[in-house]
């Protein structure tokens, strides 16, 4: 059977598609029967696709289907809004980056997605979400999750729309953000990053030693970067930083409504 279908070309970070005639029956490394257009997802000027209608109407004509992406981006299909992926102006107000997909699984529309903190941290939140945000070149886009699943130190996951491996490809690359308000809620002394961002440290003599730029996990345990301004011998002030592991010995309180971390840490170290 004949089918028009996307065949990817272009880089890793700048995909583009040829819209292909192929026979599902023929397995010949990829090959096509003829080229009838081009989809380029990331053009921001000059022309995102191309279809050479006249070859569509015979390849129809003579029993061709077409793939559920091409059938929509020929109208045939679902509008955006309808097929579960929809373009948007902006994020939720309490969006948090929790990931990226790296990549399709399988060729059925699921994608496979790294989080930034690990399946048992941010990965919580892609399983939990049913709304999910994927930002890319600026492309800002609300997907609503079928499915989702810890594989190995990713998650899987299917969205309403995202039929084909075609489908998922287009989305590698892309950011992915679920709201603050779908984390699963934490055990007392647990504690999510983005929640410790911002936070003013303080040490037990009352010295303040700056504030939570981020956080970084060396394997062990996660480790407060915090940043301070520091006056140099001439009198400019530049940023500076403190790397203070996010451990017991340590970490002595952490008053998230106080907006403040007391900690085990001299002025000097």
């Known amino acids: 059977m004949v089918t028009i279908r996307l065949a990817r070309g272009g880089s890793k970070k700048r995909p583009f598609y040829n819209i292909v005639a192929t026979d599902s029956r023929s397995r010949r490394d990829g090959r096509f029967i003829e080229r009838v257009g081009f989809y380029n997802p990331v053009a921001t000027k000059g022309e995102s696709l191309r279809i050479a209608q006249d070859r569509l109407t015979y390849w129809q004509g ?16 679902a509008s955006p809004s309808e097929s579960g992926i929809e373009t948007l102006e902006s994020l939720p107000e309490d969006e948090v980056e929790v990931g990226a997909v790296v990549d399709a699984y399988g060729v059925k529309g699921w994608l496979k997605i790294a989080p930034h903190a690990g399946v048992g941290s941010s990965g919580g939140a892609l399983l939990r979400a049913k709304s999910w945000w994927l930002v890319k070149d600026s492309v800002r886009r609300a997907a609503q999750v079928v499915s989702s699943r810890a594989h190995s130190a990713t998650v899987v996951a299917q969205f309403a729309g995202c039929a084909d491996r075609d489908d998922a490809l287009a989305l590698r690359g892309c950011a992915v ?18 929640d410790l961002i911002g936070l003013a440290v303080f040490n037990e003599a009352g010295d303040a030693l700056g504030r939570v730029a981020d956080l970084m996990d060396n394997g062990a345990h996660s480790i407060l970067r915090i940043e301070y301004d520091r006056s140099g011998d001439d009198g ?8 203070i592991p996010f451990v017991d010995a340590y970490v002595k309180t952490v008053d998230q409504p106080g907006r403040r971390i007391v900690v085990d840490w001299g002025v000097d170290y």
Not at 67 to 73: E, I
Not at 236 to 243: F, Q, S
């Open 62 to 77: 003579v029993g061709a289907q077409l793939s559920p992406t091409v059938a929509r981006l020929v109208g045939g299909g």
């Open 177 to 194: 953000y679920v709201r603050r308000a779908d984390f699963p809620v934490l055990e007392r002394n647990e504690y999510y990053w983005v």
């Open 236 to 243: 400019r002030v530049t940023k500076a930083e403190r790397l």
